[in-house]
């Protein structure tokens, strides 16, 4: 199995920033795209970023231009550096892999357990 930690998060005031990390764990044998969602309270979980296993990135148009998703294939870890933070970015951040473990032949979708985000005006 895989297992995904978030780390990061926290409570920051509107404009500043914070850094979220994912770093993936288990019987790893290859792990192809790396995303981030976001849910709020009383809305539904929302793609933020993602980036496949060959770089290539997507973002959530509100936040364009704000976040900048990355990955470190050596610690089996993404990123998501989030500037300029407003009031609407808060909610609850996941973590979520495509990954392939050793036993199995086809990748999978992994989820981390969440970390708060607060963004106060």
């Known amino acids: 199995q895989v297992q995904l930690v978030e780390s990061g998060g926290g409570l920051v005031q509107a404009g500043g920033s914070l850094r979220l990390s994912c770093a993936a764990s288990?019987?790893?044998?290859?792990?192809?795209?790396m995303r981030w969602y976001r849910q709020a309270p009383g809305k539904q979980r929302e793609l933020v970023a993602a980036?496949?296993?060959?770089?290539?990135?997507n973002y959530l148009d509100s936040v364009k231009g704000r976040f900048t998703i990355s990955r470190d294939n050596a610690k089996n870890t993404v990123y998501l550096q989030m500037n300029s933070l407003k009031t609407e970015d808060t909610g609850v951040y996941y973590c979520n892999a495509d990954a392939r473990v050793v036993v199995d032949y086809i990748f999978r979708g992994y989820w981390g357990q969440g970390t708060q985000v607060t963004v106060s005006s």
């Open positions: 288990g019987i790893i044998a290859s792990i192809n795209a």
């Open positions: 980036i496949t296993g060959g770089g290539s990135t």
